[in-house]
C-alpha cells in the first residue's frame, strides 16, 4: 500500500466570493480534509472541465471545419466532459502537479 501523501500547507478558502468568509480546505497540521474539502475541489474540477468545454466549443458552431464524423467524436468528448460531474470525487493534488491542484480525476480523452 502507498504511504499516504502528506501535504505540507493548510489550504483556505474565501467562499461563496472574494470576500466570503475564510474556510479551512485543507488541515496540514493534522493531514486531514478540512469541513469544505469535497466542496471546493468539485468547485476546483468543475472550473477545469468548464474551461475545457470552452475550449472545445468550436468544434460545435455549424461552420466548423471538421468533417461530420470529427464533430461526432467531440460531441461525445464533450458529452463526456459534462457526465463527470456525476461520477468523479475530485480530491487534493500536490501544488507542483499539472493539475490544477485537483486529483482523481480521470478526465475523457480529447480528439484529435
Do not use: C
Amino acid at each position: 500500500m502507498a504511504e499516504e501523501e502528506i501535504y505540507t500547507d493548510t489550504t483556505y478558502w474565501h467562499k461563496d466570493s472574494e470576500d466570503g468568509p475564510v474556510v479551512e480546505v485543507w488541515d496540514a497540521e493534522n493531514n486531514k480534509e478540512g469541513e469544505y474539502y469535497n466542496e471546493y475541489f468539485m468547485l476546483r474540477f468543475r472550473e477545469e472541465r468548464d474551461q475545457l468545454l470552452k475550449d472545445s466549443d468550436w468544434t460545435s458552431f455549424n461552420d466548423s471545419p471538421l468533417s461530420d464524423e470529427k464533430k461526432a467524436e467531440w460531441a461525445t468528448y464533450r458529452q463526456a466532459l459534462r457526465d463527470l460531474g456525476a461520477t468523479v470525487t475530485p480530491k487534493h493534488a500536490p501544488a507542483d502537479s499539472e493539475t490544477g491542484g485537483v486529483s482523481n480525476v480521470t478526465w475523457p480523452t480529447k480528439p484529435e
